[in-house]
């Protein structure tokens, strides 16, 4: 979903949204080795200070991955929570506005692909494909 930032001015600089995250059908085109269960829970917290507006989003999401050794599929828990300033800039903990609107699911999308581990194994215990 899209935040509209006049609704922080309403709610006097400070404001909580839980989104609910269907899917991620936007990214379809974009090839990943994962698979998230959906529905994603998420938190926005917005916060106005001065002129900068900090935006907290928090989620937990299982996520499908197959293993490297094995080839099973297994879950792994992620537990995401990223902080960023919105507005114009270009570093990558800013995010922008476009429109006067923040895009809370591409966050969520960008901060599960960070999470996914550059190697999938499903445990320690892992004995490989031969066993
Ligand atoms: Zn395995």
């Not at 937990?60 to 995401?80: M, N, P, T, Y």
């Not at 919105?86 to 599960?112: I, M, P, R």
Request: with cysteine; glycine share 6%; proline share 3%.
């Amino acid at each position: 979903m899209r935040y509209d930032l006049r609704e922080l001015k309403r709610n006097g600089g400070h404001d909580t949204v839980p989104f609910t995250i269907a899917d991620f059908n936007a990214y379809s085109d974009i090839e990943t080795d994962f698979s998230p269960v959906f529905p994603i829970e998420a938190v926005a917290e917005f916060s106005e200070t001065g002129d900068t507006v900090l935006l907290k989003v928090s989620f937990e999401a299982d996520v499908v991955l197959k293993c490297d050794r094995c080839l099973g599929e297994f879950k792994k828990h992620i537990v995401s929570e990223e902080n960023y300033a919105v507005g114009d800039g270009d570093s990558a903990e800013s995010v922008s506005a476009e429109n006067g609107s923040v895009d809370l699911d591409q966050l969520v999308w960008e901060a599960v692909c960070l999470a996914i581990p550059y190697q999938h194994i499903c445990g320690d215990d892992c004995k490989g494909i031969s066993q």
